[in-house]
């Protein structure tokens, strides 16, 4: 099986540029991963209750779920269901600690070369392993970003991360009618409610920095500040 991305809601054969980084995407984790780290550790006690670009989450909520974004990248290099995770609550003054551990738990899961080969499948995404563990790149990057917005910081974004999760961004997520898509994800998963976690894409300056135009694809306006 090969991935399949999305260009207007049709289905379209990954480029080059994607194809690139997934003979190993596992560099790439680590560095995302580290990116993570930096922002997680400078987040402040008192702003855990803080609004953040995912209207439906505060500052807390949205470290429970990266760090359940990482313990689905581990579920699914151990062969398990990644959608069987559940989001576990953390002590505030451990947040870092667990983000480690998780990063340790996915990258102990993802360590053997044959996980790279075993063909899986999620509802927006078929392939090897390497090209499903690549398809996680924007969401680390963008939440990563969702959270560094919401705490006022300004990491040194690593620019072949970013690059990977674009990438990746544009091969499952069309540019318009995002919603049609996740109907369809919702109705592969059986579920009675549509979830749209990312809104159309907001216009942006093809000369704009690389991780103002990955979020601006996400569907999350660069310019908003909190």
């Not at 699914?76 to 003054?93: K, Q």
């Not at 963008?142 to 006022?152: E, G, S």
């Not at 991360?161 to 990438?167: Q, R, S």
Request: include cysteine.
């Amino acid at each position: 099986m090969t991935g399949l991305g999305r260009h207007n809601g049709a289905m379209i054969a990954p480029t080059s540029s994607t194809t690139d980084h997934l003979k190993d995407p596992r560099p790439i984790l680590d560095r995302a991963i580290a990116t993570g780290g930096v922002v997680i550790a400078g987040v402040r006690p008192e702003q855990l209750t803080d609004p953040t670009p995912c209207t439906d989450m505060d500052v807390r909520a949205l470290l429970a779920h990266l760090i359940g974004v990482l313990a689905r990248v581990a579920a699914l290099g151990n062969g398990e269901n990644p959608f069987a995770v559940t989001e576990t609550s953390v002590a505030d003054d451990r947040w870092l600690d667990a983000w480690r551990q998780s990063g340790r738990r996915a990258a102990d899961a993802w360590s053997d070369d044959a996980v790279l080969e075993r063909p899986m499948a999620l509802p927006w995404i078929q392939g090897s392993g390497a090209e499903v563990l690549a398809s996680y790149f924007s969401e680390l990057t963008v939440h990563t970003w969702d959270l560094a917005t919401a705490t006022r910081q300004q990491p040194d974004w690593d620019d072949t991360v970013v690059a990977a999760a674009f990438d990746a961004a544009r091969q499952i997520l069309p540019a318009e009618n995002r919603r049609a898509l996740y109907e369809e994800i919702s109705a592969a998963r059986g579920l009675d409610e549509v979830a749209v976690p990312f809104a159309e894409a907001v216009p942006i300056s093809d000369d704009a920095p690389a991780i103002d135009r990955l979020v601006a694809w996400n569907g999350r306006d660069p310019l908003r500040r909190f």
